[in-house]
């Protein structure tokens, strides 16, 4: 079965404890949006990098893995890997967690461009556009499921 979220199966327990509104994934993104900020984070956390260490070593989930490939990004040049590998390491410097974005709705170069616009931008504003991101990778996993 795919995790809808990446290491954190809170978010469904929780979701399955509250009344439904009839909407999974708005039942879903309730409790991310209800959550404390230092959940929050820990749900960015848990996801991995583009591109990085955990895609190296096979520690990817199914369906982060699936979903990096769909983009590229298991069959990177070494200089595409070096700037992953650089944008990264710069996102995290920047904002202490890693860069999120849906890349079954982008590019290889859809999602090193949003890197580098985002590396620059507050951290407040990257925690929310991050969990907007997991809330589309959510609602993809979801209809993959249906």
Request: proline share 4%; with cysteine.
């Amino acid at each position: 079965m795919t995790a809808l979220f990446e290491h954190s199966p809170w978010v469904e327990a929780r979701a399955d404890a509250a009344p439904s509104g009839g909407d999974r994934h708005a039942d879903l993104m309730r409790v991310v949006h209800d959550a404390s900020p230092d959940e929050q984070l820990a749900l960015i956390r848990a996801h991995p990098e583009l591109a990085g260490r955990a895609a190296i070593d096979g520690t990817l989930t199914d369906a982060s893995a699936a979903e990096q490939a769909s983009a590229g990004l298991d069959r990177l040049t070494a200089e595409e890997f070096a700037r992953f590998h650089a944008l990264n390491n710069a996102y995290r410097a920047a904002h202490a967690m890693p860069f999120i974005i849906c890349v079954r709705l982008t590019s290889k170069a859809g999602i090193l461009a949003a890197m580098e616009a985002r590396v620059a931008h507050d951290t407040p504003t990257e925690v929310m556009t991050a969990l907007a991101e997991i809330g589309k990778i959510v609602k993809l996993r979801l209809e993959d499921m249906a």
